[in-house]
């Protein structure tokens, strides 16, 4: 009984102190990326054209998302997009195994005197209206909580050095190292995070409760089931996702079969590192990832060569579908946000060409020109629904004050861009089938009537996306413009068939409705509606 109730605190107090961590951690990654989020993208696509630049970069973006798995998945994101190559993605890969071993190097460290300070520290600043101050504030006291999990991890494992069936159990991780391999890659699979595996093993190193040889063990392990939750992502999707997660799996896989052979000496070397066995343990996942990391950055094009084998095929890019979202971009909502932002742009100047299509339909009756205004207002209505339903996986997520603001704007504008696709659809129905049913004088009033709304739309379509208030004041007292110009021609009453005055009172109508559209989106970028 007294045996069990040992048995049981130690779970409790380890498991706790392991929840603790982990919730710390999914806490610190989040306000981090609310506080660097929209520059992550930046800093991929500007530091990537080598792949010793792209391992630095991965590297500080898995240290400030505390997760290599959301810099992954990332990563699948922005190559599956063709925003990154393959090749470019490699080194990014790289870095990330070198972004896990500063939260272990951490764990060796007394900490019990810091973490207070920073909750405290980071709990006032959390309560300022100041959303800038605001968000540092729970970075801080995030940080504050990961190392009070950590110490608690410490704290549960202590008991476990004074029980021999627990030490001849993680001793055998060391006379079998795969057993070890395989235990770490399970655990590591499980919680989804290699640094809670590293953490729990040093923690044991720092109560002498684990043998270095079982320590190194688990945490080459770790290494290996960091890939689980990639390879389960991206089943279902396109190759270059398929083929990233094939990348990350292969350079760690092969890394540990690798060095497998060599553990006694790798083992004995890392024991010149320190004496004292929880920064012994530390020390072996800093040299074994870094070390590797470097080997392998030697070897990327034989890496994405291989990937290409096993995942063969061509990659085939969709005209009519998205081609800025990724749910794997979802892993940091910042980057989703900039990459939907894009994809509503690249929408409202898809309606842009709708205008145009109609003034030329006006000048030549070509029946071409109606099916590509067909096709782009079916396009326009399937991005609307995609985005959207995007948006809304988006809102699922923690957001900072600043991306709830930007979320909201592109809800807005996104609607009012599809319904100006549909009131210039709405002309179709009016338009002549030939230059008998609309007069040369209605057909350059109607023409001019165009012309003018697609201007003040492409000025409020720049206003919104580029967030230009001077533009959006000039776009709205330019409204009235369209609708004077429009009561003008309705007043004039043009000679002609009754049913040809009713088709040119409809299609000024619509044309006159699609603009004004165009003036909910300066509205939006003005007054933060």
Known sequence: MVIFNEVQSVLMNTLGGLA???????????????????????????????????MIVGSLVTFLTQSSSITVLTLIGLVNIGTLSLKQGMGVLLGAEIGTTITAQLVTFKLE??????????????????????????????????????????????????????????????????????????????????????????????????????????????????????????????????????????????????IYPFLGVFSNLVTLTSSNLAHQIANAHTIYNVGSSIVFLFFVNLIVALSKKIIPGKVIKLKNGTKYLDNNLLSIPQVAINHASKEVNRMGKITIEMFDHLSMYLKKADPDLIDAMLKKENLVDHLYDKISKYLNLVAQKELSDEASYHLSRLNHGLTDIERTADHIKKTLNYLPKNFKELSLIQRKQLRHLIKISNQNYKQALKSYTKHQLKLAEKVISDANTVSIYKEKLLKEKTSGAKENIKRFEFIAHHVERAAHHGVNLAHITLYNI
């Open 20 to 54: 603790v961590f982990l919730f710390a951690m999914n806490m610190l990654g989040t306000h981090l990326q609310n506080v660097i989020g929209p520059r992550i993208e930046t800093i991929l696509q500007k530091m990537t054209n080598k792949p010793y630049k792209g």
């Open 113 to 258: 005197l810091m973490y207070f300070p920073l909750l405290i520290l980071g709990f006032c600043l959390s309560r300022f209206k100041d959303s800038k101050k605001a968000s540092i504030g729970k970075v801080i006291f995030s940080f504050g909580l990961l190392l009070m999990g950590m110490e608690l991890l410490k704290h549960g494992a202590e008991p476990i050095q004074n029980s021999p069936t627990a030490v001849s159990f993680f001793k055998k991780f060391g006379q079998i190292p795969l057993l070890g391999i395989l235990i770490g890659a399970l655990f590591t699979g499980i919680t989804s995070s290699s640094s809670a595996t590293t953490s729990l093993v040093v923690a044991l190193g720092v109560t002498n409760s684990i043998p270095l040889s079982a320590g190194i063990s688990l945490i080459l392990g770790a290494n290996i089931g960091t890939t689980f939750l990639e390879l389960i992502a991206v089943a279902g999707m396109g190759l270059t996702s398929k083929r990233i997660a094939i990348a990350q799996a292969l350079i760690n896989v092969l890394g540990v079969v690798i």
